[in-house]
């Protein structure tokens, strides 16, 4: 099995390196990853300049870009056959409800998704690297997998909790919850004088009922959710249909 590994937080992180670590021993692996934490920059590819692709002295190759960037490279310009799957991760932090919009975990999974390509994304729920090889002990199970009956390509976000392996319940399919509305912006001044602003954390849980992503996280499972890419609104097409007629 030929396998890509990409993720948000660069290639130095410890969840990439977790990741990789466990999954060499089931498979020929690849790592592409941004050359530094790029937490947030959800499915951008960067147009305005040109990309670099180097070597680390592990192996690991790393572009100044963005996840997408380094999916779009590796299957493009790197790799001489697709692989058979690509996986992303492992995040520090939880990718789950509104928060897959902005991922760039879930993103670097999503290009390849639309380069038809079996994707997963892993994320821990809790920020820390707290129980990592817990987790990366549970991405490989998953790998292993294979997802059978799953139509191909498909998309998974996966959130583990950050506990031991033996006290995870168990792998539990669920929906996408929903934030409420982020923090406000933190105002400060720069060193001119100027107002500045940095984005607020993200909001607490407004849809944490059972079956969300939240919900089975909170009680000790994994959650993993399948996603889509058609963000048509099959319900309001009709009305929409009756307005402009």
């Given amino acids: 099995m030929k396998i890509l590994i990409s993720n948000d937080d660069g290639y130095l992180a410890p969840g990439i390196l977790a990741l990789a670590n466990a999954l060499r021993l089931h498979a020929d692996i690849t790592v592409v990853a941004p050359d530094s934490n790029r937490s947030g920059t959800s499915n951008a590819l960067t147009l305005d300049r040109p990309l670099s692709?180097?070597?680390?002295?592990?192996?690991?190759?790393?572009?100044?870009?963005?996840?997408?960037?380094?999916?779009?490279?590796?299957?493009?310009?790197?790799?001489?056959?697709?692989?058979?799957?690509?996986?992303s991760g492992i995040n520090q932090g939880q990718n789950m409800g509104d928060d897959t919009l902005y991922s760039g975990t879930v993103a670097a999974a999503t290009e390849a998704f639309l380069f038809g390509i079996p994707a997963i994304a892993f994320s821990q729920v809790n920020k820390g690297w707290g129980a990592l090889n817990d987790a990366a002990q549970i991405a490989v199970e998953m790998v292993l997998r294979g997802f059978p009956s799953m139509p191909k390509?498909?998309?998974?976000?996966?959130?583990?909790?950050?506990?031991?392996?033996?006290?995870i319940l168990g792998?539990?399919?669920?929906?996408?919850?929903?934030?409420?509305?982020?923090?406000?912006v933190i105002q400060s001044l720069d060193p001119s004088g100027r107002k500045i602003y940095w984005i607020g954390p993200p909001g607490a849980a407004k849809d944490a009922s059972e079956g969300t992503d939240f919900d089975m996280a909170a009680k000790g499972y994994v959650a993993v959710t399948p996603l889509q890419i058609d963000l048509t609104d099959l319900k309001q097409m009709s009305a929409l249909a009756v307005d402009l007629a």
């Fill in 53 to 87: 692709l180097s070597r680390a002295d592990n192996g690991f190759y790393f572009v100044n870009g963005t996840p997408s960037d380094c999916v779009h490279i590796a299957l493009t310009a790197l790799m001489t056959e697709p692989p058979d799957l690509v996986v």
């Fill in 153 to 167: 390509p498909y998309l998974l976000n996966v959130n583990i909790p950050n506990m031991a392996y033996q006290d």
């Fill in 171 to 184: 792998i539990r399919v669920a929906r996408l919850g929903k934030r409420h509305m982020s923090e406000p």
